[in-house]
């Protein structure tokens, strides 16, 4: 989110994997971070925008799967496996060696200053997936 902010842009896999948090592991309506990247986007479209985020919401037409949510700590992993990425946008993580850098909660006395997670993305994921099979038995 501080890319987002600092420069207006962020690559596909991030915002996918920001949309998916925002919107399966915090249930947050799917309008509020398609409102914020709207207004912070310097490359936001009309036609992209909002169905890229009913994508990843389930909720558009050829919608991602519910069940499809991103792990961010995986995808950081897979993609940014020597935490160059984070780092760059996150110096309180500069000093974390490349393992850590992804994880920085499970080491907070390296990670000074560096949040906590919100929530659990395991139990955050079950939840969703409940809150997704609920819906649909309606």
């Known amino acids: 989110m501080r890319q987002l ?9 991030v915002r996918m994997a920001a949309a998916s948090f925002l919107v399966k592991n915090l ?14 986007l310097v490359d936001a479209d009309a036609a992209s925008n909002p169905a890229n985020w009913q994508w990843v919401a389930g909720s558009g ?27 760059g946008f996150i110096p309180e993580l500069a000093d974390l060696d490349d393992r850590a850098v992804h994880e920085p909660w499970k080491n907070p006395a390296a990670a000074s200053g560096y949040p906590g997670p919100l929530v659990g993305l395991q139990e955050s994921r079950e939840r969703a997936l409940d809150t997704y099979q609920q819906l649909e038995a309606k």
């Open 5 to 13: 902010w600092q420069t207006g842009w962020m690559h596909n896999r």
């Open 27 to 40: 249930l947050a309506d799917w309008r509020l971070g398609e409102a914020w990247f709207w207004d912070t």
């Open 61 to 87: 037409a050829d919608a991602s799967p519910y069940f499809r949510i991103f792990n961010p700590v995986a995808q950081s992993k897979k993609f940014d496996a020597g935490g160059r990425y984070l780092r």
